[in-house]
T-cell receptor
Framework: DGGITQSPKYLFRKEGQNVTLSCEQN?????MYWYRQDPGQGLRLIYY???????QKGDIAEGYSVSREKKESFPLTVTSAQKNPTAFYLC???????????FGAGSRLTVL | QKEVEQNSGPLSVPEGAIASLNCTYS??????FFWYRQYSGKSPELIMF????GDKEDGRFTAQLNKASQYVSLLIRDSQPSDSATYLC??????????????FGQGTILTVHP
């Protein structure tokens, strides 16, 4: 089945550690996105990429980094510079010239 | 001022009633409007989208768009307990080449009680 796979589903991190969240899609979608969701809030855009080897900052990129070496993969690294990383992270993708996002199941990060 | 605003609720309706969810947006040039449903702990799933002024119906769901008033709503007829979820309004802004870059509201929690 085509879809978006995020891993891990749950992740615990100590302060000062970097962690990487995986996002893989087999939908042949061009664009991929990372959103963050905090309790009682909507989704906020961290980074997005519309083509391999290119990506743009979203509204809350500070403390995060991404790469897009393959069309299928868009990993997100939460660095120690991110002040409040505990959140639900959602990866999404979209085909060219569409505005309908398809989401992965999400990764919940908790900083201990 | 938030770009996309929703009443966070919770909105409580009895089973079988009509649930009305509202969303306003600040970018007058916004082109596309989306409603997502999100169950607790899960990722959002698309209910429907609307591009043109007026109503768009899909089963028990109706999206209404009024660009002059910068207002989009979602009506759920014959509400069921399984409709209990958070409903997210999302808007695609004007112009640009960044297709799919949506701005989300904070969501409205809907509870349908038997």
């Amino acid at each position: 089945d085509g879809g978006i796979t995020q891993s891990p589903k749950y992740l615990f991190r100590k302060e000062g550690q970097n962690v990487t969240l995986s996002c893989e899609q087999n939908l042949n979608h061009d664009a991929m996105y990372w959103y963050r969701q905090d309790p009682g809030q909507g989704l906020r855009l961290i980074y997005y990429s519309q083509i391999v080897n290119d990506f743009q900052k979203g509204d809350i990129a500070e403390g995060y980094s991404v790469s897009r070496e393959k069309k299928e993969s868009f990993p997100l690294t939460v660095t120690s510079a991110q002040k409040n990383p505990t959140a639900f992270y959602l990866c999404a993708s979209i085909p060219r010239d569409s505005n309908v996002l398809t989401f992965g199941a999400g990764s919940r990060l908790t900083v201990l | 001022q938030k770009e996309v605003e929703q009443n966070s609720g919770p909105l409580s309706v009895p089973e079988g009633a009509i649930a009305s969810l509202n969303c306003t947006y600040s970018d007058r040039g916004s082109q596309s409007f989306f409603w997502y449903r999100q169950y607790s702990g899960k990722s959002p799933e698309l209910i429907m989208f609307i591009y043109s002024n007026g109503d768009k119906e899909d089963g028990r769901f109706t999206a209404q768009l009024n660009k002059a008033s910068q207002y989009v709503s979602l009506l759920i007829r014959d509400s069921q307990p399984s409709d209990s979820a958070t409903y997210l309004c999302a808007v695609k802004g004007a112009g640009g080449t960044s297709y799919g870059k949506l701005t989300f509201g904070q969501g409205t929690i809907l509870t349908v009680h038997p």
